[in-house]
């Protein structure tokens, strides 16, 4: 978007890359969202013990707009999911979006109508993170590792390449309904 779409290509486009990587990893700010039990851990890391200021992110902030990260931390109600949506839908571009514990990522224990399947089927996720709940030290790992995906994120005309080579996958991929699993 914007002057993203605009970048040459070739090495001055890798280089602004690699400086647009480093400082998105390096300033992401989660908005302050907690949903159930996870959130217990999730405020643990922000505290002194585990001490998420050491990668520029203690900072919850309390309005979306000023937030580029997204942690779920905990079960989605169907209550709940219209209100998430919204909440990411208000944040900054470009943002990023961690599912944290088996009930955010896929229901988890909560297999009924109440609790959605899987928060992907509201927001698109970037890392999903096993656990009930997931330690703090598992938290900080996931971080880090989608600092990892930040860093490398393409920008321009790679960018555009990385959507289009991510959408042919998913076409090609097996729909989940034809995937067999335990409860087939
Ligand atoms: S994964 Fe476990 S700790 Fe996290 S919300 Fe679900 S039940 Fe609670």
Same mark, same amino acid.
């Given at each position: 978007m914007g002057i993203e779409e605009k970048l040459p290509s070739g090495f001055m486009l890798t280089s602004v890359e690699h400086l647009a990587g480093y400082m998105r990893k390096s300033s992401l700010w989660p908005a302050t969202f907690g949903l159930a039990c996870c959130a217990i851990e999730m405020m643990t890391t922000g505290a002194p013990r585990y001490d998420l200021a050491r990668f520029g992110m203690e900072v919850f902030r309390a309005s979306p707009r000023q937030a580029d990260l997204m942690i779920v931390a905990g079960r989605v109600s169907q209550k709940m999911a219209p209100v998430v949506r919204q909440v990411y839908d208000q944040m900054v571009e470009p943002k990023w979006v961690l599912s944290m514990g088996v009930c955010a990522s896929s229901g988890g224990m909560f297999n009924?109508?109440?609790? =959605?399947?899987? =928060?992907d089927h509201i927001i698109p996720v970037d890392i999903y993170l096993p656990g009930c709940p997931p330690r703090p030290e598992m938290l900080i790992n996931a971080i880090l590792e989608l600092h990892k995906q930040i860093q490398s994120m393409p920008l321009g005309v790679n960018r555009v390449a990385a959507v289009k080579a991510a959408e042919a996958a998913a076409l090609a991929a097996t729909p989940t309904s034809q995937m067999k699993g335990l409860l087939r």
């Open positions: 009924n109508y109440a609790i =959605v399947q899987g =928060v």
